[in-house]
């Protein structure tokens, strides 16, 4: 595939441990994008919340707290999430970010300071980003939009072995976030027009990244 005709921008959206970010990893490592894991922003918004005791009922100390420009987020395989120039991206995965995040992630302010960042970056260069609204709110325009899906239990099993948690456990967290983050009103979790689905229960992460490379052959002409 010819480097010019890669399209600008990659979508990847879909629910909780769907394997977002192990495909956008991969193929920015291949095609040479610049990757950004949407997630880890609303994850260290969810820690800054959590630090600054700020509630999500607070709706307007979220907004402000999310207009002060504290997070800095350098998009790579790795996305880097800075707070107060801090590395915070080891704190992601903490229990008490898990259980937030999807309630900081409804609401709308924070939503719109997120928003902004992310079509900063996508706008820098290439660039793949994955989330849940990425196809639908931040790159509607995207030429590649994918969207991850695989059945709870695949997606439990993955996630207890990627976090060191038991599977009952890794699927109630996950499913308590999907519940919130697809019907929230201010943009849930949806397959965007235009997106491809696929599926990913019982693909190995080589065949999922092969459907991937596809649909971004078929979009590169
Ligand atoms: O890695 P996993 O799929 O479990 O989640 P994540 O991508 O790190 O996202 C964590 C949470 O952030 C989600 O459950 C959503 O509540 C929120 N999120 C969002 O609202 N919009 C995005 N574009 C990305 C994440």
Do not use: H
């Not at 610049?34 to 800054?48: E, K, N, Q």
């Not at 709308?108 to 609204?133: N, T």
């Amino acid at each position: 595939m010819a480097k010019d005709s890669l399209p600008a921008t990659i979508a990847i959206d879909g629910p909780a441990a769907s394997g977002k970010s192990m495909l956008g990893q991969a193929l920015a490592e291949r095609l040479g994008y610049a990757f950004l894991d949407t997630g880890r922003m609303y994850r260290a918004f969810t820690l800054a919340a959590i630090l600054r005791q700020v509630p999500p009922t607070d709706s307007k100390a979220c907004a402000e707290l999310a207009a002060a420009g504290r997070l800095r987020v350098v998009p790579g395989a790795d996305s880097r999430v800075f707070l107060d120039n801090v590395d915070v991206t080891d704190l992601l995965r903490e229990p008490a970010v898990e259980a937030n995040v999807s309630a900081y992630s409804a609401i709308p302010a924070v939503r719109e300071a997120m928003v902004a960042l992310q079509r900063q970056l996508a706008a820098s260069g290439k660039a793949i980003l994955a989330g849940r609204d990425i196809g639908t709110v931040v790159l509607p325009d995207a030429p590649v939009k994918l969207y991850l899906d695989a059945s709870p239990e695949a997606r439990a099993r993955r996630r207890s072995t990627q976090a060191a948690q038991g599977e009952t456990e890794a699927r109630r967290d996950i499913s308590g976030r999907d519940r919130i983050d697809s019907t929230r009103p201010a943009s849930p979790l949806a397959i965007a027009p235009g997106a491809i689905v696929i599926d990913t229960t019982g693909m190995t992460p080589d065949e999922v990244i092969a459907a991937a490379m596809e649909q971004i052959r078929c979009a590169a002409g």
